[in-house]
């Protein structure tokens, strides 16, 4: 196009407005253009429209081209600039983080402040002058360091496997103080066979006054012991205040959490070194579970029979016919403390020599005399 056509364009086309497409084509097109209108050899005017038409056909701000342009000038053609991402310059070199493995490794990996301690030593105090850009590295840069991809290729530490901690339930030993509705839960498995898993029951013994309800489940999974442990509170005749358990994850899990939380009931569970923080429901797992049913393998398909088996027959003859040994505590000239079991009575007549008995019972329940013994309804 001549100047004039150039003129022309632009007048007509002056409230049309273009835009580019692709940024390469664009500046071949720039380039091109400038070319074949000699653009360096016009005067300041006539470089003007030419700017004007550039930036019309192309719809890029006045900035851009004076840019595009300049770079035309200098280069004889404009170029894409490839994209360089900003980097800050390498303080630390390869050779740097190798001293600093070797530091690790001589001092099984001190803390950041000791580490930096060293580094400085070696260089100030021992004039190694391997160690002068590290004298001058901050503590936050130590740790940097380490964790950067070179460091790990030539160090491998190994870590001893962590303990869980798990913010579920308090380690203490449950303070009844004389009241119903505090229990000891624990878990008996009925062996394997061939790998495959058998039934496991679930004992739950009140701590005053022992009224022990059992169940059982086929897997010791979120999915079946929910079930059954809510089966087995609703047979308590009293409200629950406690669950004590040992630290397994069949019920130190936010599910169980849920269902005592639902309850109003504290969740607590044994204490290190504390053998005997479970002591009451585990020796109901032998004098009860153990003595009526045994050792032998019983499948886990068994275990909705065991469980109308135990509502059936089993707790209530625990509850109220099996007398159970009530426990005093005496204490010698030295201070040790002993148990004593001078007096035997059913759960039932435990409760009911609790304070407060009918106040602890839940609501709707009933209690009525049938010949010698009572019973609840």
Not at 207 to 213: A, F, L, R
Request: with cysteine; hydrophobic share 35%; proline share 4%.
């Amino acid at each position: 196009m001549s100047l004039e056509q150039i003129r022309a364009f632009l007048k007509a086309t002056d409230e049309v407005e273009f835009e580019a497409a692709e940024r390469s084509e664009v500046y071949a097109w720039i380039s091109r253009t400038l070319c074949e209108q000699e653009y360096w050899k016009h005067s300041k005017q006539v470089k003007g429209l030419v700017r004007q038409y550039v930036q019309k056909m192309t719809g890029l701000s006045r900035a851009q081209v004076t840019r595009l342009i300049a770079a035309y000038l200098k280069t004889g053609s404009v170029q894409q600039r490839p994209y360089r991402r900003h980097r800050f310059a390498q303080r630390y070199i390869s050779a740097d983080i190798g001293l600093l493995v070797e530091v690790d490794e001589a001092h099984e990996t001190l803390s950041g402040p000791a580490t930096q301690q060293i580094l400085k030593r070696e260089f100030a105090r021992y004039g190694d002058k391997r160690f002068q850009r590290l004298a001058g590295i901050s503590v936050a840069h130590i740790y940097n360091l380490r964790k950067s991809r070179s460091y790990r290729e030539k160090r491998l530490r190994y870590e001893k496997t962590r303990p869980v901690q798990v913010a579920i339930g308090e380690r203490r030993r449950p303070e009844p103080n004389g009241q119903p509705g505090y229990l000891r839960v624990d878990t008996v498995h009925q062996g394997d066979l061939d790998g495959i898993k058998g039934v496991y029951h679930i004992n739950a013994v009140d701590e005053v006054t022992q009224w022990q309800i059992v169940g059982a489940t086929a897997q010791i999974s979120e999915q079946w012991l929910i079930p059954v442990l809510e089966a087995m509170l609703e047979q308590f005749p009293f409200c629950i205040r406690g669950f004590h358990s040992d630290n397994g994850s069949e019920f130190i899990n936010h599910t169980v959490a849920a269902l005592l939380n639902k309850l109003l009931a504290e969740q607590t569970k044994s204490r290190p070194r504390h053998s005997n923080d479970n002591g009451l429901v585990e020796s109901k797992n032998a004098a009860v579970i153990r003595k009526h049913i045994g050792y032998g393998y019983i499948a886990a398909r068994h275990a909705s029979a065991l469980m109308a088996f135990y509502r059936e027959h089993l707790n209530p003859y625990v509850n109220f016919h099996r007398p159970c040994g009530v426990p005093e505590i005496t204490t010698d000239h030295k201070g040790k403390q002993r148990r004593v079991y001078r007096r035997y009575a059913t759960p039932w007549e435990l409760l009911q020599q609790t304070p407060q008995f009918t106040r602890s019972l839940k609501s709707g329940i009933k209690t009525r005399r049938t010949g010698a013994a009572s019973q609840t309804a």
